[in-house]
């Protein structure tokens, strides 16, 4: 009787292991428990079908939830939002992913943010740094107010973060704390704040996270903070950060740049030539796609990212 029981649960598990898949999830709780337990959660830019399998893949190999995510660039590289979202849709479904995953526009400006909840992402970031601070305030309610009716979580931004995104371009400030707060109050589920953090590869004389002005802020906002850039951070000063209420880190330079080297080394090593069908965009992309991979496992221990219950 025990060893039919078993038997059968075993079977069951099997049975639903490989038709059921995690749906998409908004952030709200996985980030509110991370900035509790002092880890955080990675946000990862996707750019094609090999980064979304990339980041997925990753995330189901450590058991951790994962927030994948569309700059307005890529998504219009890649075909709008729509094709975005069905095509990580589908992947989750094709990969029997079972972690929870977030949809996410990432520096949506207020048009972008507005298309992608109608479109059905889970999580949108309203970017409103470049516009007067009552402007920014006052999108920033409204984007709150039309996602939360729906069901999806809202990033915003005080303070520009450093480098350029997609054509928008930060010079690289400290977030106002009083303004940070107001923010805040909007009702939004998590906030990026500048630290002297910025996009892209840091330059060698980067002094570092402000981690003065991110004890200020943490001391006053109980909302889950967004640490950008966080490509080139060293790991002690992301993970001190963590500790003190960044809740999610954003990463797209590093899965970029190791995507780019891994497939100019397999070039010049002449298999795209020498190899029995190396051209095969199936073969030669391979080599970046397992780069990302990496990247993507090896930030997801940095952060310490618990697997998902």
């Known amino acids: 009787m025990c060893t039919f029981n078993a038997t059968f649960l075993h079977i069951v598990v ?10 998409l999830v908004n952030g709200n709780e996985i980030f509110a428990e991370a900035r509790k337990g002092h880890y955080a959660v990675g946000a990862f830019n996707t750019n094609n079908l090999e980064w979304t399998r990339a980041i997925l893949g990753a995330a189901q190999e450590k058991g951790t939830p994962v927030l994948i995510q569309t700059s307005m660039g890529a998504a219009k590289y890649m075909g709008g939002y729509e094709l975005c979202l069905n095509l990580v849709q589908q992947t989750i479904k094709s990969m029997n992913i079972t972690v929870p995953v977030i949809m996410h526009l990432d520096h949506g400006n207020y048009e972008a ?14 970017d409103g740094h470049d516009l007067p601070f009552a402007e920014n305030l006052e999108k920033t309610k409204e984007i709150v107010k039309l996602a939360h009716a729906k069901g999806m979580s809202v990033e915003a931004e005080v303070g520009s973060i450093g480098g350029e995104e997609d054509g928008i371009i930060g010079e690289g400030e400290l977030a106002d704390v009083e303004e940070a707060k107001q923010i805040a109050a909007t009702g939004v589920d998590y906030l990026a704040c500048g630290i002297g953090n910025i996009h892209g590869q840091y330059p060698e004389n980067w002094k570092g996270l402000k981690f003065e002005r991110l004890q200020e802020l943490a001391d ?45 080394k397999y070039i010049e090593e002449g298999h795209d030539q020498n190899d029995i069908k190396g051209y095969d965009p199936r073969k030669l992309l391979a080599p970046g796609t397992k780069a990302i991979k990496d990247t993507v496992e090896s930030r997801i221990e940095w952060f310490g990212t618990p697997a998902a219950k």
């Open 14 to 23: 099997i049975y639903f292991g490989r038709i059921l898949f995690m749906s």
């Open 113 to 126: 943010a507005k298309e992608c909840i109608e479109v059905g992402y889970n999580s949108v970031m309203f």
């Open 220 to 264: 006053v906002i109980s909302t889950p903070l967004v640490l950008h850039g966080g490509s080139g951070i060293p790991k002690e000063q992301i993970q001190k950060a963590i500790s003190m209420g960044v809740a999610k880190v954003n990463v797209n330079t590093e899965c970029q740049m190791a995507f780019a080297a891994a497939t100019r």
